[in-house]
């Protein structure tokens, strides 16, 4: 293919349509339903210690999969066929490393180690075989980004023919690694490090992907609350439990989506160097906002199951940390995104009153315990409403800078 006929693989920036998230971005999306539910089920069945670092480490994987991969649709066409194709290849890759996700520390390892690796590298390769003589500076950035995803991928193949105390380790390095090269502009010994400037980002676009996974994962979560509730008796008290998972979901919503999501939007569209607000809003302060929707849907399916019995460390554990993780996202992402210079005192208060829900954990019920975060929840929504019906200087974007 020419250089000139690999131009049109790219998104036509002077297009009306050339931000809007397509057919085929929302069809890739589903294979990562298919990863948070794994994500979610392993969870709930290794909620130690151990199993909440063994499955922070995959979201972690998962995430980077995921984002890294919007970052890249954002430049490609996905209305072009060859794009289309390579695509639906990473779906293929996609679903068998999220596949074994639940037993990526026992018997699967090996398979979602190759195809975790194998789905980022051939994602980083299809963009320099498309960058090669269209965009000099992007094809050198790729050519960093590959340099960094191939020394992530040793640590994830490595890993897996270890043992699962030794193989944790292994992949707790890839992560990092996964983790440090955008913040470091993916400096790279003999090329130099990126810049920001350099991405060529559509913001609108990165703002409306980043808006769907939050809904991706909200529905997850109403999946697995109602996937328990199906498998229950339907008692009062697992009723309250269901209206108390529900309430919580729908505040969560209601905390992203009525202001700071269109806010956000607005800032990185008409933002200077929107390469720079994807980087820090949208990829690292959403990971926290993603994390607290799952580790709040295993919270859900844990009162569905045992409303009454008395609340124990570890299901504090995740019904406290869950909207903690998700609040404290949510704050980092509206401060990055508005006219505000602190966080918003109603996520700080928020974050103060499930902290202190803690004290009550020996004396009440998961039930109970529930309806305090789902409650605690509430007073972030409606705080913020209230600062927004006296401030709504507050609603608006941020200037672009």
């Known amino acids: ?18 931000a809007k998230v397509t057919n085929i971005e929302l069809f890739f999306d589903l294979v990562f339903v ?64 999220s ?11 090996v398979m979602f180690a190759w195809g975790y690796a194998a789905f980022q590298i051939v994602r980083t390769l299809f963009m320099l075989w498309a960058l090669r003589g269209a965009n000099p500076e992007n094809f050198s950035n790729f050519q960093r980004i590959f340099v960094w995803t191939l020394a ?36 790279t010994p003999g090329l130099g490090k990126s810049s920001t400037e350099d991405w060529d ?30 498998n229950l008796d339907h008692d009062w008290a697992t009723s309250l439990g269901f209206a108390s998972a529900f309430v919580a979901s729908a505040t969560m919503w209601w905390i992203y989506f009525d202001v700071g999501a269109k806010r956000g939007s607005d800032h990185i569209e008409n933002a200077d160097d929107p390469g720079s607000i994807a980087l820090n809003a949208y990829t690292y302060f959403h990971m926290p906002i993603v994390a607290g929707i799952i580790v709040s849907a295993v919270s859900d399916a844990m009162v569905l199951s045992q409303p009454l019995d008395a609340a124990t460390w570890p299901y504090a554990a995740v019904t406290l940390g869950g909207p903690a ?77």
């Open 201 to 230: 980002i559509v913001g609108e676009h990165v703002a409306e992907r980043c808006s769907g996974f939050i809904i991706i994962a909200l529905g997850e979560a109403m999946l697995v609350t109602g996937a328990t509730l199906s």
């Open 152 to 187: 992530s991928a040793i640590f994830w193949i490595i890993g897996a023919y270890y043992g699962e105390h030794v193989r944790v380790g292994f992949w707790a390095i890839a992560v990092v690694i996964e983790f440090i090269g955008p913040a470091v502009l993916f400096r």
């Open 99 to 109: 596949s074994a996700v639940t037993n990526a520390f026992s018997s699967a390892g």
């Open 325 to 401: 993780l998700y609040v404290a996202g949510t704050a980092f992402f509206k401060r990055a995104t508005s006219k505000m210079d602190w966080l918003p005192i109603s996520h700080l208060v928020g974050l103060g009153l499930l902290a202190a829900a803690a004290a009550a954990v020996p004396l009440v019920s998961n039930l109970a315990l529930s309806f305090i975060s789902t409650s605690a929840l509430i007073v972030v929504a409606l705080w913020e409403m209230e600062a927004l019906r006296r401030h709504p200087e507050l609603a608006e974007a941020q200037p672009a800078a």
């Open 1 to 18: 293919m020419s250089k000139e006929t690999r131009a049109t693989l790219f998104r036509q920036r002077d297009d009306e349509d050339g």
């Open 34 to 97: 298919f990863a948070i539910t794994q994500l979610s089920h392993r969870l709930f069945g290794h909620l130690t210690v151990w199993g909440v670092l063994e499955t922070s480490v995959l979201f972690l994987g998962v995430w980077w999969a995921w984002i890294n991969t919007c970052w890249v649709t954002n430049r490609l066409d996905p209305e072009h066929p060859t794009v289309r194709v390579f695509l639906m290849g990473l779906m293929l890759i996609g679903l068998i490393l």
